[in-house]
């Protein structure tokens, strides 16, 4: 089993930066792919940004603004937000996942943190 925390999330005004932390325990792996996904009110859950080893994929929306990392020896992954829009509001949510499948999909991953509320004001 693997539990994922959360945080860092806070409100903002536009334009302004955040970086979110997901702290790992239990049997986790370098070699875990590791995501954030986001929720707004409404809306389905989608997928931001993953990481693997040194390979990072990013939605297009978040591209040059956002940059996903991982420290290996503090079992924590962060997502720098830089740049940020009101469309941007989200629930933020870290998942991990020690198989391979679509990236992008919520599917492939097993484990999930609780969230972190991320509001961003225009």
């Known amino acids: 089993q693997v539990q994922l925390v959360e945080s860092g999330g806070g409100l903002v005004q536009a334009g302004g930066s955040l970086r979110l932390s997901c702290a790992a325990s239990?049997?986790?792996?370098?070699?875990?792919?590791m995501a954030w996904f986001r929720q707004a009110p409404g809306k389905e859950r989608e997928f931001v940004a993953t990481?693997?080893?040194?390979?990072?994929y990013y939605k297009d929306s978040v591209k040059g603004r956002f940059t996903i990392s991982r420290d290996n020896a503090k079992n924590t992954v962060y997502l720098q937000m830089n740049s940020l829009k009101p469309e941007d509001t989200a629930v933020y949510y870290c998942?991990?996942?020690?198989?391979?499948?679509?990236?992008?999909?919520?599917?492939?991953?097993?484990?999930w943190g609780q969230g972190t509320q991320v509001t961003v004001s225009s």
């Open positions: 998942a991990a996942t020690d198989y391979s499948g679509t990236y992008s999909s919520r599917d492939t991953y097993d484990y």
């Open positions: 239990g049997r986790t792996s370098r070699y875990y792919r």
């Open positions: 990481i693997r080893s040194s390979n990072t």
